[in-house]
């Protein structure tokens, strides 16, 4: 299977040591000196809307990727969840009147 960067992009990331969803493919690594593709690169998430920054972007070494699948690419890496979606899973979402007030 041949795959350009621009598909790598539309994959999403998903640890296999314990199924956590770390996002998608942001960016990737390459060493120009050899060219080879070094590692891919997941943005961090955006604090405060994105008005503070974002988070440390998580980078993925090129060894740590078990499979690239049609969808997927399945990577690797003990004791590394990254969410994207905090509380998406944690049942039902309070607002900011519910946690003030509940």
């Known amino acids: 299977m041949f795959c350009r960067v621009t598909d790598l992009r539309a994959k999403e990331v998903i640890n296999v040591s314990d199924g956590c969803r770390l996002g998608c493919v942001d960016d ?6 050899t060219a080879h593709l070094c590692a ?5 998430r ?7 920054g974002r988070e440390e972007d ?6 740590e990727i078990e499979v690239i ?8 890496r ?5 969410d994207p979606t905090p509380g998406e ?3 039902k979402k309070k607002g900011l009147l519910g ?4």
């Open 58 to 63: 998580l980078i993925i070494p090129w060894k």
């Open 78 to 82: 003990p004791g590394q969840c990254f």
């Open 99 to 102: 946690s003030l007030f509940g």
């Open 28 to 33: 990737v690594e390459v060493d120009t000196c």
């Open 46 to 52: 955006p604090k405060c809307f994105g008005l503070l």
């Open 89 to 91: 899973h944690k049942g």
């Open 69 to 76: 699948g049609e969808e997927t690419i399945l990577v690797n």
């Open 40 to 44: 891919i690169v997941l943005h961090g």
